[in-house]
């Protein structure tokens, strides 16, 4: 598996509270991603970064926001946390664009 | 952005029995259509992708065409077996921006 980690790997919060989930390569991969997972919905990208403190937002961006300060971390914020936003996140990276992602093993969000 | 659409939602085959799932996408300027497999409590992992300069790509028992006329791609896995049995995803990009269609879960019934 290529090198990705993403933390926390669970978490429970409650209505109103900011959330930090944290992508980390060891690939040295240029293009990240952050995806949310929702039954009947697929994956659908939230935001990506194309380099070091260049991101874009993707189809589901709002409530979200993105911080990528090293090549290797990929952060993403919930200002303050809603329960549609409880969700399986996934952290992607890939060399090439457009090209293969890596997928983290995924973050298990639950907002009450 | 780029709309993909995925049909069916779910799908149920018989051993050894041949598995069909097909996606549509919106942008004609899309150029990279990948298919990943994700196994249940697993990550999403690719199995098999091709270009818009391509029109079918094979590897073993899984192929992928491409009609870009239409606007659509497949993917056909033949000779399944229990192990197949996943969640399929199918994307459309131009650049970085990758969409995927909503999945395709498979059952393949020994």
């Known amino acids: 598996d290529a090198g990705i980690t993403q933390s926390p790997r669970h978490k429970v919060t409650e209505t109103g509270t900011p959330v930090t989930l944290r992508c980390h390569q060891t690939?040295?991969?240029?293009?990240m991603y952050w995806y949310r997972q929702d039954p009947g919905h697929g994956l659908r990208l939230i935001h990506y970064?194309?380099?070091?403190?260049?991101?874009d937002k993707g189809e589901v961006s709002d409530g979200y926001s993105v911080s990528r300060s090293k090549t290797e971390d990929f952060l993403l914020t919930l200002e303050s946390a809603t329960s549609s936003q409880t969700s399986v996140y996934f952290c992607?990276?890939?060399?090439?664009?457009?090209?293969?992602?890596?997928f983290g093993e995924g973050s298990r969000l639950t907002v009450l | 952005g780029e709309n993909v659409e995925q049909h069916p939602s779910t799908l149920s085959v018989q051993e050894g029995d041949s598995a069909v799932i097909k996606c549509t996408y919106s942008?004609?300027?899309?150029?990279?259509f990948p298919w990943y497999k994700q196994e249940l409590g697993k990550r999403p992992q690719l199995i098999i992708d091709?270009?818009?300069?391509?029109g079918e790509k094979k590897d073993q028992r899984i192929a992928v065409t491409l009609n870009k006329t239409a606007k659509h791609f497949s993917l056909h896995i033949t000779e399944t077996q229990p192990e197949d049995s996943a969640v399929y995803f199918c994307?459309?990009?131009?650049?970085?921006?990758?969409?995927f269609g909503a999945g395709t879960r498979l059952t393949v019934k020994p």
């Open positions: 992607a990276i890939s060399a090439t664009s457009p090209g293969e992602l890596f």
């Open positions: 690939e040295n991969h240029r293009y």
């Open positions: 970064s194309y380099g070091v403190k260049d991101t």
């Open positions: 942008d004609s300027a899309s150029n990279y």
């Open positions: 091709i270009r818009s300069n391509v």
């Open positions: 994307a459309a990009s131009i650049t970085d921006d990758m969409r």
